[in-house]
């Protein structure tokens, strides 16, 4: 669940009517070095994101393994502007750290908005305004939750002054 993160493989041999044979030694490798690395004891580290084969090689064959490292969320942050006009949209960016303390790349939180009639957020958090009035806005992932409170502004319309004819004056 973080980068970083061990775990201990086994391996056991069998002869080939599957009865365990005993005293066998295995030495491990990592085949997706970029994944997961595995020590010559074979303990698995979590290097970054993704599935890795680590391969377990005995005298008489060797078998694989697929190792998954999928880091979770352990801390959760949004950021943002503090206001978005009626009519206007803003993005805001969430950011996911694991337990090891390490960032995760490119984190996709559920979004939702306290009120959508204030505003709505979509699924890459960007945020449309709709009406005058605060509104908060919630990123969820992996249990962690984080909230940015904004402010929807009224738009000013455009002030027209000018003859009596109503014509606009730029």
């Known amino acids: 669940n973080a980068v970083g993160a061990t775990a201990q493989l086994s391996a056991s041999g ?57 880091q979770v969320a352990a801390t959760l942050a949004v950021t943002g502007p503090d206001s978005v006009d009626v009519g206007a949209s803003a993005a805001l960016t ?32 960007v945020v449309t305004g709709v009406a005058p009035g605060p509104v908060d806005v919630t990123a969820e992932l992996d249990g962690e939750t984080a909230a940015v409170a904004l402010t929807i502004r009224a738009t000013t319309p455009p002030v027209v002054i000018g003859p009596a004819t109503g014509r606009r004056i730029a």
């Open 94 to 125: 969430a950011t996911a750290v694991d337990s090891g303390g390490t960032t995760i790349p490119d984190p996709a939180p559920v979004w939702s908005s306290s009120l959508d009639a204030v505003a709505t957020v979509d699924g890459d958090g």
């Open 14 to 70: 069998a002869d080939q009517y599957g009865n365990p044979v005993t005293g066998p030694t295995f030495t491990w490798q990592s085949l997706d070095a970029g994944v997961v690395t595995v020590s010559d004891a074979g303990l698995a580290e979590a290097v970054a994101n993704g599935r890795g084969r680590v391969v377990a090689t005995a005298e008489e064959g060797t078998d694989t393994a697929i190792v998954r490292v999928q």
